[in-house]
């Protein structure tokens, strides 16, 4: 809120049991807003609070501001000071300002600067140092502007204190690693960045809804582990059924799937992560036409077990078996059904145990990666054998239909709208098949009729957060931010860390130039490296749009290291790591980054066929990496066959953005003439991931052609 708090100390300070920080007594903020606040008694020992009436001297004196002493106004930054002197006195033990009454520790903070954290204590990092002195800035206007800056900052040191720790890098560093002192401090630093934002929002702990679930995925059991497909569509299945319950908060697929079986999960801290009460988990064995699925639903925070069942079925009786899942979940946690929601729950989708599983299997293929064209032509085969073998199959259609989305969106969309043709008819009001079509009509250009589309699905299923998050993406693409961020919020509201809907809401703050915001945005755990490497994206961009370029290298740099040793390309994100290299102006390691990334990604494009449809996004990248080295001939080829490959004309969703890798491509080779008039007439135009002028002033990627008058031009336009 705007309440300046006017008093901030550790006694106003007060770690909960279960780790929440509070900050109290808003006695002197509730005063100092009254226009005829009176006089406040002293408190205990050796500090005095002087009060008096608004505009006067108010807070503790050695806590205090300058302005606040001299009676001047105040704002947030009195409190940004009083933070500093907290951290002060939690890293040296003392106060920095002293007297031995108050008005000559008032004298002491308005015209002495205080001592350095290493005359009281060894070896403190610089970084700490600097940190400190910043927030101890007696112009308020040089401190950090707000608490999320400070808490970056404090972030940061922490990360860099915690690997040090861990690497023992530098022998000064180590020694002052291995002192008591180090350890308290790190702990001081991580205790008082994770307050921070408690601190600065002050606004109560919404409780998580005790009708709040998450299904975790299933183990499969089976002997033959082709039989996994089973195990993931009876998961997707009752998570579908689920989401039909209005009176249900159920987590996304999406966000659930990092969680898989097989790994050890902590279900009370997975349960905090995805903001939830209770955690589905089970297994399921198929041997020949017999399945076993057992199924406990716990509540996380007690461990205890809310409902524990196992069922015996053959595969025709597991067409329903979801749909009794689902209502024994849902009347568990004592979740009401509307009788339309009943009926939708109890819907059973086909008669055909064949096709059911073939059905399956397209979903397992599905789920797959859609670019890689052998997983999607699998998974259109086992559709088409379901609807073969049930003509009335629906959801089996709407699956049918999105694997054509998929395939024809990279070939020929002729294909994929007479299947679609063939889904819609008889079923308008069918959700998974307005969902595809809203894909395809997108993919094609056709906007508001989309965004008709993604409406109406979530109309139909208001809790289908990845409708919610295409719609947001589409309106992003139409340059409707406040739209697309009122959307992603309603995302937000009930499933919090949903990583779709954070990624896509920190893509629409950049767009609008709103950097503060992103950084509010950080203190979400969704956004937590250690999650998902949605972490290290979102961090590192923000880091590069600040220029605090070694903050971005060593969070690139971790990524690469992350993917790297989950065996999975990081060639993608060698790309801005190099870009801030060279910002930093570390050329030889640019140079070692680029080149380690052209290797990669070349070997990404013989797996994947280089002349493919699906490459071109990948000939983009290793274009704008051999700008990167400077060797324009390859790169300006490589972007070029990637446009011809996706030209904007047939492709209006994904054609713009290769164009606008080939305005990088010029720009990292300093070649304005040929850049700035592609980046002028993708200003004007709709697409996904548009590019706007608060994104050419942030980012570092146009640094070699900011300079010319003609860029700064299309960058000064105010609106998004």
Excluded: C
């Excluded at 629906?394 to 294909?415: N, P, V």
């Excluded at 300006?636 to 066959?641: F, L, V």
């Amino acid at each position: 809120g705007g309440i300046v708090h006017r008093d901030i100390k550790p006694e106003n300070i007060m770690i909960r049991p279960d780790g929440y920080v509070k900050v109290l007594d808003f006695g002197v903020a509730k005063l100092a807003e009254s226009a005829f606040a009176g006089a406040t008694a002293d408190r205990q020992g050796p500090k005095t609070l002087i009060g008096t009436i608004l505009g006067s001297v108010l807070g503790t004196v050695r806590y205090m501001s300058p302005e606040q002493a001299r009676g001047a106004h105040i704002d947030k930054s009195t409190d940004i000071w009083s933070l500093g002197v907290v951290l002060y006195e939690m890293v040296t033990g003392h106060a920095p300002f002293s007297g031995d009454t108050p008005q000559e520790v008032m004298s002491s903070i308005l015209e002495k600067e205080p001592p350095p954290l290493t005359r009281a204590v060894a070896h403190v990092p610089a970084e700490l140092q600097q940190i400190v002195s910043k927030a101890l800035r007696k112009d308020p206007a040089q401190r950090y502007h707000s608490a999320h800056e400070l808490l970056q900052a404090l972030k940061d040191l922490r990360r860099k204190l915690e690997a040090q720790l861990e690497r023992a890098a530098a022998p000064l560093l180590l020694r002052w690693a291995r002192s008591p002192t180090t350890l308290v401090l790190v702990l001081t630093i991580a205790a008082l960045a994770l307050a921070l934002p408690f601190y600065w929002h002050r606004s109560p702990v919404s409780s998580i809804p005790s009708k709040s679930i998450a299904v975790l995925p299933l183990e499969n059991l089976s002997k033959d582990e082709e039989n996994a497909y089973f195990a993931n569509g009876i998961q997707d299945e009752l998570l579908s059924n689920l989401a039909k319950i209005k009176d249900l908060k159920v987590i996304s697929r999406t966000s659930v799937m990092q969680y898989k079986s097989g790994i050890t999960r902590d279900l009370k801290e997975i349960a905090q992560h995805l903001g939830v009460s209770n955690v589905v988990e089970g297994s399921v064995r198929r041997s020949g036409n017999r399945i076993r699925v057992s199924v406990q639903l716990i509540d996380a925070q007690t461990d205890h077990h809310l409902w524990v069942q196992d069922y015996d079925r053959t595969v025709a009786d597991s067409i329903t078996l979801q749909d009794e899942l689902a209502r024994e979940i849902a009347g568990a946690l004592g979740a009401k059904l509307s009788p339309q929601e009943k009926a939708r729950v109890e819907a059973k989708p086909t008669n055909n145990p064949a096709a059911y599983d073939a059905y399956l299997r397209g979903r397992a293929f599905a789920a797959g990666s859609p670019s890689d064209k052998a997983t999607v032509e699998n998974a259109i085969r086992s559709y088409q054998e379901a609807v073969k073998l049930d003509p009335g199959f629906a959801l089996a259609w709407a699956r049918l239909s999105l694997g054509y989305y998929r395939y024809y969106g990279q070939l020929d969309f002729t294909g994929g709208l007479e299947e679609f043709q063939q889904a819609e008819k008889g079923l308008p009001n069918n959700v998974d098949i307005t969902n595809a079509i809203a894909f395809i009509q997108r993919r094609v250009g056709h906007w508001e009729e989309a965004i008709d589309r993604f409406r109406r699905v979530v109309e139909l299923d208001p809790r289908n957060t990845n409708a919610y998050n295409s719609l947001a993406q589409t309106y992003s693409a139409l340059r409707r931010f406040p739209e697309a961020l009122a959307t992603l919020d309603r995302v937000l509201a009930w499933e919090p860390t949903n990583a779709d809907a954070l990624g896509e809401k920190a893509r629409a703050l950049w767009a609008t130039g709103d950097l503060q915001a992103v950084e509010a945005l950080l203190a979400n755990p969704g956004i937590e490296p250690r999650v998902s490497g949605l972490g290290f994206s979102v961090r590192g961009v923000q880091a590069s749009f600040q220029h605090r370029y070694a903050t971005a290298i060593e969070i690139f740099s971790s990524a690469v290291a992350t993917e790297t040793t989950r065996g999975e390309p990081s060639g993608a994100l060698k790309l801005p790591l190099g870009v801030i290299q060279l910002r930093a102006g570390d050329v030889a390691a640019a140079r070692a980054t680029f080149q380690s990334a052209v290797q990669e990604i070349q070997r990404e494009l013989e797996k994947i066929g280089p002349d493919s449809n699906p490459a071109a996004g990948t000939h983009a990248t290793l274009g704008w990496v051999y700008a990167g080295l400077g060797e324009a001939a390859s790169a300006i080829a490589e972007g070029q066959k990637a446009m011809a490959m996706w030209p904007t004309s047939k492709y209006p969703w994904n054609g713009p953005a290769i164009e606008e890798v080939m305005a990088g491509i010029y720009a990292l080779l300093g070649d304005a003439d040929h850049a700035i008039p592609i980046l002028k007439r993708l200003l004007q135009t709709t697409y996904g991931g548009a590019i706007t002028p608060a994104l050419l002033r942030l980012d570092p990627m146009w640094d070699q052609i900011r300079n010319d008058p003609r860029f700064q031009e299309l960058a000064a336009v105010k609106k998004p």
